[in-house]
């Protein structure tokens, strides 16, 4: 009968530990005086040190030891027939992130183990833009991924510019919450806002890394905090000469509802990433129906930083109302003064996804993310 070669290193770990117990404990009587012999009584009470006993425990350990590194070995590596990708770029050096995961190898090499089926390379380079392509391995493969990998340009938000106009914030319908009440009127000059959220790609062409749970060169930045986004901006007009801004809470909802009446510009599964259709992750912009302004993703796939911090409605009508700049974060421990974000998310329930609903937060996380605006 044949045993595994585990079952047989732990059978050795048995016999030898066993046996220098035996040993050991054979030990611990006085040896007897041999005829014509005398000894001792320190020589009667001296006892041999226990080699046996001291091989058998290492020889555990290092079976011990080489089990759980085969076991780790064995579970990193995948099940059944597996191909591999031959990457490489030009220039050479690139950073290999496979179905989003970084790989630690860089280009030009062969990336090992990876089970059959459309996987997602990423390659990253500082001073060159992102660089993803999907390829298919098949067992016992080698698929075959040549990146040529373009100079680093700075990309800014496509922008949307808005008429002025009046309208009604906040909402008095059966989905309503407190804060989004009492209705007064806004009146809001001409600006321009985002057509897309801020996406990734646009991020690192700014930032130079990517802070995003999810990752993807045309989805939504997320989980950057309101800080984070103020050194975006900062680093972005620096650059530009221009002076992009995160859109106010009352601009905000006004280029939500884009002429609208209702707390939600169309029907959800048509315009709207969250729950019911998201699958649980972020999405490209720009996949779901516009809104009448020609505005994409106001609701859902990440929630929009706004530039105020919380605070209370008032009755009373209000013109081109600015925001609040100062750091919410400052005023930690002092309830309703964190800054607001828009519009839920990929994650969030229905409620969250209407043109007044209100939220705050004063971290980052992956449902985090925002679009820019500018007078």
Request: aromatic share 8%; glycine share 10%; charged share 20%.
């Amino acid at each position: 009968m044949l045993f595994p070669k585990r079952t047989i290193a732990v059978l050795l770990i048995v016999a030898l530990t066993a046996a220098g117990i035996l040993v050991f404990g054979q030990s611990e009587g006085k040896p007897m005086a041999l005829a014509g012999k005398s000894k001792s009584q320190a020589e009667i009470d001296k006892k041999p040190f226990p080699w046996l006993l001291a091989a058998g425990i290492v020889a555990a350990g290092v079976v011990v030891a080489i089990l759980l590194l085969n076991k780790k070995k064995d579970a990193a590596l995948p099940s059944g027939p597996t191909g591999n990708i031959h990457v490489t770029s030009s220039p050479s050096g690139a950073r290999i992130s496979l179905n989003n995961k970084d790989t630690g190898l860089t280009t030009d090499t062969i990336v090992r183990n990876i089970l059959p089926g459309r996987h997602l390379v990423t390659l990253t380079l500082s001073g060159y833009d992102q660089y993803e392509q999907s390829v298919t391995v098949e067992a016992g493969q080698t698929a075959e991924v040549a990146a040529i990998l373009s100079v680093y340009v700075l990309k800014e938000p496509v922008m949307v510019r808005l008429p002025g106009g009046t309208f009604m914030m906040g909402s008095e319908s059966s989905e309503a919450i407190q804060d989004e009440r009492p209705v007064h009127q806004v009146t809001l000059s001409s600006f321009e806002i985002g057509k897309y959220e801020v996406t990734q790609a646009e991020w690192i062409s700014v930032m130079g890394s990517n802070p995003s749970m999810f990752k993807g060169s045309r989805l939504p930045v997320e989980s950057v905090t309101w800080q984070a986004v103020q050194i975006y901006i900062d680093t972005l007009n620096d650059a530009t000469g221009k002076r992009y801004r995160l859109p106010t809470e009352a601009e905000w909802e006004y280029a939500c509802r884009a002429g609208t009446t209702g707390d939600r510009y169309g029907d959800l599964d048509a315009i709207a990433w969250y729950p019911a259709n998201s699958g649980g992750l972020t999405h490209e912009v720009g996949g779901k129906a516009p809104n009448a302004f020609g505005l994409y993703d106001m609701l859902g796939n990440v929630y929009e930083w706004v530039r105020e911090c919380y605070g209370p409605y008032s009755p009373e009508p209000v013109v081109d109302p600015r925001g609040d700049d100062q750091n919410c974060d400052e005023f930690s421990g002092i309830p309703n003064i964190h800054h607001i974000v828009r519009g839920g998310s990929w994650v969030h329930e229905t409620v969250c996804l209407r043109a007044p609903f209100r939220n705050i937060h004063y971290h980052h996380f992956d449902v985090l993310g925002f679009r820019l605006a500018r007078d």
